[in-house]
């Protein structure tokens, strides 16, 4: 049964319009042929607002090791969708919809009634639009949402309309255009991280390393982070555990790899991020099913690693694989100091 306020999808009807959907496969196949993001968003936001009912469309894509998301919009309905989007950033720790959905995986299909309490300037922003339904479905990735699709309605919408299927599709083919695109891109996929951040985050700390396929790669990983990050002034309790998830990243990469392995370690803001790439997958990329467990792709090593971390995700290409963690160092610390408190107020009075 929906949370209350939730749109049940019986009642929209189970099957997405094959029409809107082959339209947008076909721009999309297209956008990412040509390896071009700005030319994907510009389909989505596009074919998305033809669709009956449709107030508005977004589209967020994440980067920055997961700190942030890339936002854009189309305009109101009626108006030309630019090729060029404009493109803004939204922190990862901001409570707006999109962030819930790409942290939680978790769609949100919902009259803008019931969220008034939670988003009452999204609501009143929608409203002045003519919206009166929020969708916002996750891009599924490989350990976490590589985005969300945003998208506002004028009423609870029916069958042949923009509903739960047909938006959750239309996110499976724009997610699958996003991966097709960046495997196709000729730079390599962890340099135009560094290359991104530097741009963008010009106070972030960070430190690389190369690794060799060798047995003693896990060891030498680890050596290097304690190092780093202890001179960044980073925690004992911090760096045990970044220590620990990076040997499991970097085994996993030395076992199916078999190539060397960059590593990148990134401080900004009070949010450490760890990126470790190999060279591995060379020529074609055989993608994963949807049913298929990410985990089992590289093991259960990578269960630790969504156990200890704030935020994971990976990424395969032609060129090999990518695998990123982040630990928010302000939310530990503050749990630490919640805990420490805790247990010096269920210690007995000191008598004296």
């Known amino acids: 049964m929906p949370d209350q306020g939730q749109v049940d999808p019986a009642a929209q009807g189970q099957g997405a319009p094959s029409g809107a959907l082959a339209r947008l496969e ?34 967020a894509l994440t980067e920055g090791g997961g700190r942030r998301l890339r936002f854009t919009s189309g305009p109101d309905a009626g108006d030309p969708v630019p090729h060029q989007p404009e493109w803004c950033h939204i922190d990862a720790y901001d409570d707006v919809p999109l962030t819930d959905v790409v942290r939680t995986g978790q769609a949100i299909h919902a009259e803008l009634s019931t969220l008034e309490e939670r988003w009452p300037w999204l609501v009143e922003q929608e409203r002045e639009r003519g919206g009166s339904v929020l969708a ?43 991966a097709d695109a960046r495997s196709r891109r000729s730079r390599d996929l962890a340099e135009e991280l560094a290359e991104t951040e530097a741009a963008a985050e010009p106070g972030a700390r960070t430190a690389s390393l190369r690794l060799p396929p060798e047995p003693t790669a896990p060891r030498r990983a680890r050596a290097f982070l304690s190092e780093e990050l202890q001179t960044w002034g980073v925690g004992e309790e911090i760096v045990e555990t970044a220590q620990l998830c990076l040997s499991e990243v970097v085994t996993n990469a030395v076992n199916h790899a078999h190539t060397v392995a960059d590593v990148r370690l990134s401080l900004l803001e009070g949010v450490l991020t760890v990126l470790v790439r190999d060279r591995g997958g060379q020529g074609e990329v055989v993608e994963p099913t949807r049913e298929e467990d990410p985990l089992a792709v590289y093991g259960r ?19 090999g694989t990518t695998v990123w963690f982040a630990l928010d160092l302000d939310r530990r610390a503050d749990d630490l100091a919640e805990e420490w408190d805790q247990e010096r107020g269920e210690q007995p009075d000191d008598p004296a």
Do not use: N
């Open 136 to 178: 916002v479905v996750p891009l599924p990735g490989t350990g976490s949402p590589i985005g969300g699709l945003l998208v506002v309605l004028e009423t609870t919408p029916d069958r042949g309309s923009a509903g739960p299927d047909l938006l959750e599709a239309a996110a499976r083919r724009t997610a699958d255009a996003i």
């Open 26 to 59: 076909s721009a999309l196949l297209e956008a990412s042929g040509a390896g071009d993001v700005d030319e994907i968003a510009h389909a989505v936001l596009a074919d998305l607002a033809l669709l009956p009912g449709v107030c508005r469309v977004g589209l």
């Open 301 to 319: 090593g990578l269960m630790l690693v969504e156990a200890l971390t704030d935020r994971w995700g990976s990424e395969r290409d032609a060129g």
